[in-house]
């Protein structure tokens, strides 16, 4: 069976204590066997079973809606199993030939979750990694930091911190790195230097965004870093940029007022 590949345990919480997802899980496994042991011997009984097999399939995939602190769990057990379709022209002969592995092809899902269990972390640890890691960061340098491309991970992180910046400024400063960030946190017309904070703490935020450009902007996608060493620059990033939402940036003389901003888009792995 061609399957999707396996939903990864990192970046994935527990919204619940692990002992009480493993027991459910089990017993979502059981009644799915369940299906499989019994022969469909006319049309009837055919289609019975593929109501049951449809109220398993929601029922379970609300029950782990309730146990992982991500959606995608969920969507991810109903999402279509790809299988050898059978040839037969008989509808019925052709339910009995597909049911079976459409049925195991989610058991081996839940399986796989199972054995996810022992390794993703619960309250209160899972709440800590989800705090760690920035939505925008993670969408935009995972991809490349799970392939093993540190380097290229660090680069698109750098990119996001500094697309977030110049959305922020609406585009008004041409600059890039260090110099927008200066430019943007000027004290006398800069428009990300708060006036609900001191002059001092807009120089400190400046001052670490301007060295996180120094250090990191202008690397090339194949710089060498350690997984470790990654690791610690995304959370820095993610640090920098949940920095910059807590940012009102300063109205325009005359300007309307703007409507408040869309609510920051989640994990596709670590949604509360």
């Given at each position: 069976m061609n399957q999707l590949p396996p939903v990864p345990a990192i970046g994935l919480t527990l919204a619940v204590p692990k002992e009480r997802v493993e027991?459910?899980?089990?017993?979502?496994?059981?009644?799915?066997?369940?299906?499989?042991?019994?022969?469909?011997?006319?049309?009837?009984?055919?289609?019975?079973?593929?109501?049951?097999?449809?109220?398993?399939?929601?029922?379970?995939?609300n029950s782990l809606k309730e146990?992982?602190?991500?959606?995608?769990?969920?969507?991810?057990?109903a999402s279509n199993v790809y299988i050898q379709p059978s040839l037969k022209l008989d509808e019925f002969e052709r339910d009995l030939d597909e049911f079976p592995p459409i049925v195991m092809g989610r058991l081996d899902r839940l399986n796989g979750f199972r054995k996810m269990v022992a390794v993703i972390p619960e309250p209160p640890c899972g709440d800590y990694i989800d705090a760690l890691v920035h939505p925008r960061i993670y969408h935009a340098a995972w991809k490349a930091f799970e392939l093993g491309q540190h380097g290229q991970a660090i680069v698109l992180a750098v990119k996001e911190i500094?697309?977030?910046i110049s959305l922020l400024v609406s585009g008004n400063i041409n600059a890039t790195g260090?110099?927008?960030?200066?430019?943007?946190?000027?004290?006398?017309?800069?428009?990300?230097?708060?006036l609900e904070s001191t002059?001092?703490?807009n120089l400190g935020i400046s001052d670490l965004l301007a060295g996180f450009f120094e250090r990191y902007?202008?690397?090339?996608?194949?710089?060498?870093?350690?997984?470790?060493?990654?690791?610690?620059?995304?959370?820095?990033?993610?640090?920098?940029?949940?920095?910059?939402?807590?940012?009102?940036p300063r109205q325009a003389e005359g300007a309307e007022e703007q409507a408040?901003?869309?609510?920051?888009?989640?994990?596709?792995?670590?949604?509360?």
């Open positions: 027991q459910a899980i089990d017993e979502m496994i059981l009644r799915g066997r369940s299906l499989l042991q019994r022969k469909a011997e006319s049309r009837e009984m055919m289609d019975q079973l593929k109501r049951h097999n449809w109220d398993w399939v929601v029922q379970t995939s146990y992982f602190s991500s959606e995608s769990v969920s969507l991810y057990f500094e697309d977030a260090v110099e927008l960030v200066r430019q943007a946190f000027d004290q006398e017309n800069g428009p990300l230097a708060s002059a001092q703490e902007k202008g690397l090339p996608g194949n710089a060498p870093f350690s997984v470790a060493q990654t690791a610690r620059v995304l959370s820095l990033a993610s640090y920098l940029m949940s920095t910059l939402e807590a940012i009102h408040p901003p869309e609510q920051p888009y989640e994990f596709e792995f670590l949604k509360e």
